[in-house]
T-cell receptor
Framework: DTGVSQNPRHKITKRGQNVTFRCDPISEHNRLYWYRQTLGQGPEFLTYFQNEAQLEKSRLLSDRFSAERPKGSFSTLEIQRTEQGDSAMYLC??????????????FGSGTRLTVV | GENVEQHPSTLSVQEGDSAVIKCTYSDSASNYFPWYKQELGKRPQLIIDIRSNVGEKKDQRIAVTLNKTAKHFSLHITETQPEDSAVYFCAASIGYGNKLVFGAGTILRVKS
């Protein structure tokens, strides 16, 4: 297991199209997070899963965005009817957590989305 | 709302000098504070972290200090080298679930 893997690395799509990204976390990690990063900004929280349960979604996540983590393994993030404002780097991260003790994230390399 | 402020936004230092980046957070319940380094076109990588029951932590040339009363924490890099040039992000945990809120980042340039 070499880390968090994201596919595709780059995606160019026309406005109005749907896109789906995939994230494969580190297998021992029980938590998986999606963040969005735009140029010159820090990562912004979108949603996270503990195992297969989606426990929190940001207000940034409009109804055009949906995320799943079937069977608590890989996760997908789908954006429907893409808009130019969706252009960003979408980062996935995973971490292990025991009770209330937090550990640092391991990030994937991200999927860069460009909506034209 | 939940917020992490980071300063400065850019920092230029001469090789061998020290660099200090400061962050403040708003949620008094935050208990975990990691720092990430992101090189151009690469993923953010964890370089050091500190928990709220500790005031300082060191790892070779980098150290982090935490002042819970003032709700601020700082990254210190000593004997900077050109390979330290990158964007550095601080973060604070918010609520249950280890959700992290990130600062806007500091571009560090180490001039040789």
């Amino acid at each position: 297991d070499t880390g968090v893997s994201q596919n595709p690395r780059h995606k160019i799509t026309k406005r109005g199209q749907n896109v789906t990204f995939r994230c494969d976390p580190i297998s021992e990690h029980n938590r998986l997070y999606w963040y969005r990063q735009t140029l010159g900004q820090g990562p912004e929280f979108l949603t996270y899963f503990q195992n297969e349960a989606q426990l929190e979604k940001s207000r940034l996540l409009s109804d055009r965005f949906s995320a799943e983590r079937p069977k608590g393994s890989f996760s997908t993030l789908e954006i429907q009817r893409t808009e130019q404002g969706d252009s960003a780097m979408y980062l996935c991260a995973s971490s292990r957590n025991y009770g209330s003790l937090n550990y640092g994230y391991t990030f994937g390399s991200g999927t860069r989305l460009t909506v034209v | 709302g939940e917020n992490v402020e980071q300063h400065p936004s850019t920092l230029s230092v001469q090789e061998g000098d020290s660099a200090v980046i400061k962050c403040t957070y708003s949620d008094s319940a935050s208990n975990y504070f990691p720092w990430y380094k992101q090189e151009l076109g690469k993923r953010p990588q964890l370089i050091i972290d500190i928990r709220s029951n500790v005031g300082e932590k060191k790892d070779q040339r980098i150290a982090v200090t935490l002042n819970k009363t003032a709700k601020h924490f700082s990254l210190h890099i000593t004997e900077t080298q050109p390979e330290d040039s990158a964007v550095y992000f601080c973060a604070a945990s918010i609520g249950y679930g280890n959700k992290l809120v990130f600062g806007a980042g500091t571009i560090l340039r180490v001039k040789s």
